[in-house]
């Protein structure tokens, strides 16, 4: 069996580890952090091609991983992955590009697109993937590395899922940080998500109801890697997905979330290259704000890579 040892534990590295592993290879996980404490785990996780190229891929990518969220939404408690109905505010069909034939039951209203689309836990998502990875022979080590040959003396082929990380360990310059900060509140009966966003601006607003709470959001700040949620920030999230529904104003706040989505200025890569002294490196990253979105799809251009 073809030793395999995928770098990063986030939704990419864990997706793309299971594909390999049921392909029949020898698979680890090597993670400096646990999945929870990844950025993954602090998606709002809506499918939807958010902040991500390069688009003519990323369509195929995305309709790919949303047929298996189809299938994976019929066991919700276990799977973390449900459908749910909501409207994208602002948007129409005619400019999202020939991906949007693959939606079914898009319509569109005075508001914009109303489409019921998968919509992730990801804490039990990432748990899920993690227990499906171990019946399938992998496992996940909590382990940091300095560099791919570390990994490369271990395995013949190591894949390379490691987010923002990649910027040093590849060494990528156009791998860059993009902020988002969200607040968690109790749900005051929001059964539908909404969001609206626009390009330009670094402000914009979701809310998406999750099992137990209700995720607002947010933001999306180039190059800003601050760790912690700031105060002003939030209240202006909470105000905004009030002007939608009046009813969160008054909602209990639970907490406060920032995670740094990994952009890249020339998108996602998804390509091979040989390890000094032998054996053969994937790279699978820069998924941007959409590593939910493409994660099945990516998991399975980069499996064939590795043949």
Same mark, same amino acid.
């Given at each position: 069996?073809?030793?395999?040892?995928?770098?990063?534990?986030?939704?990419?590295?864990?997706? &793309?580890?299971?594909?390999?592993?049921?392909?029949?290879?020898?698979?680890?996980?090597?993670? /400096?952090?646990?999945?929870?404490?990844?950025?993954? =785990?602090?998606?709002?996780?809506?499918?939807?091609?958010?902040?991500?190229?390069?688009?003519?891929?990323?369509?195929?990518?995305?309709?790919?991983?949303?047929?298996?969220?189809?299938?994976?939404?019929?066991?919700?408690?276990?799977?973390? +992955?449900?459908?749910?109905?909501?409207?994208?505010?602002?948007?129409?069909?005619?400019?999202?590009?020939?991906?949007?034939?693959?939606?079914?039951?898009?319509?569109?209203?005075?508001?914009?697109? /109303?489409?019921?689309?998968?919509?992730?836990?990801?804490?039990?998502?990432?748990?899920?993937?993690?227990?499906?990875?171990?019946?399938?022979?992998?496992?996940?080590?909590?382990?940091?590395?300095?560099?791919?040959?570390?990994?490369?003396?271990?395995?013949?082929?190591?894949?390379?899922? &490691?987010?923002?990380?990649? /910027?040093?360990?590849?060494?990528?310059?156009?791998?860059?940080?993009?902020?988002?900060?969200?607040?968690?509140?109790?749900?005051?009966?929001?059964?539908?998500?909404?969001?609206?966003?626009?390009?330009?601006?670094?402000? &914009?607003?979701?809310?998406?109801?999750?099992?137990?709470?209700?995720?607002?959001?947010?933001?999306?700040?180039?190059?800003?890697?601050?760790?912690?949620?700031?105060?002003?920030?939030?209240?202006?999230?909470?105000?905004?997905?009030?002007?939608?529904?009046?009813?969160?104003?008054?909602?209990?706040?639970?907490?406060?979330?920032?995670?740094?989505?990994? &952009? /890249?200025? =020339?998108? +996602?890569?998804?390509?091979?290259?040989?390890?000094?002294?032998?054996?053969?490196?994937?790279?699978?990253?820069?998924?941007?704000?959409?590593?939910?979105?493409?994660?099945?799809?990516?998991?399975?251009?980069?499996?064939?890579?590795?043949?």
């Amino acid at each position: 069996m073809t030793r395999v040892i995928v770098v990063g534990g986030g939704v990419i590295g864990l997706t &793309t580890a299971v594909t390999l592993a049921e392909r029949g290879l020898r698979v680890r996980v090597w993670s /400096r952090d646990p999945a929870g404490a990844t950025t993954s =785990a602090v998606a709002g996780a809506l499918w939807w091609p958010y902040r991500i190229e390069p688009a003519e891929r990323v369509g195929g990518w995305a309709l790919e991983t949303l047929a298996v969220y189809e299938e994976l939404a019929a066991a919700p408690e276990r799977t973390g +992955v449900r459908l749910a109905a909501g409207v994208h505010g602002g948007e129409r069909l005619a400019a999202l590009g020939p991906w949007a034939a693959g939606l079914t039951g898009a319509a569109e209203v005075p508001e914009g697109l /109303r489409v019921v689309l998968p919509l992730l836990d990801m804490p039990v998502h990432l748990a899920w993937l993690e227990r499906r990875l171990a019946a399938a022979g992998g496992a996940v080590e909590r382990r940091a590395v300095a560099g791919f040959g570390e990994a490369g003396a271990s395995a013949a082929v190591v894949v390379n899922c &490691t987010g923002l990380g990649a /910027r040093e360990l590849v060494p990528d310059a156009g791998v860059r940080p993009v902020r988002g900060q969200l607040v968690v509140v109790e749900n005051p009966g929001v059964e539908e998500w909404f969001t609206e966003a626009d390009a330009s601006s670094a402000a &914009t607003t979701y809310f998406f109801p999750q099992p137990g709470r209700l995720v607002l959001g947010g933001t999306a700040e180039a190059d800003d890697e601050r760790p912690e949620g700031d105060a002003g920030t939030a209240r202006e999230i909470v105000a905004r997905c009030a002007r939608v529904r009046p009813e969160i104003a008054g909602a209990r706040v639970l907490g406060h979330r920032v995670g740094l989505r990994p &952009t /890249r200025e =020339a998108g +996602v890569r998804i390509e091979a290259e040989p390890l000094p002294g032998g054996g053969l490196l994937v790279h699978n990253y820069g998924h941007g704000g959409a590593g939910v979105t493409v994660a099945w799809g990516c998991a399975r251009a980069a499996a064939a890579l590795v043949g």
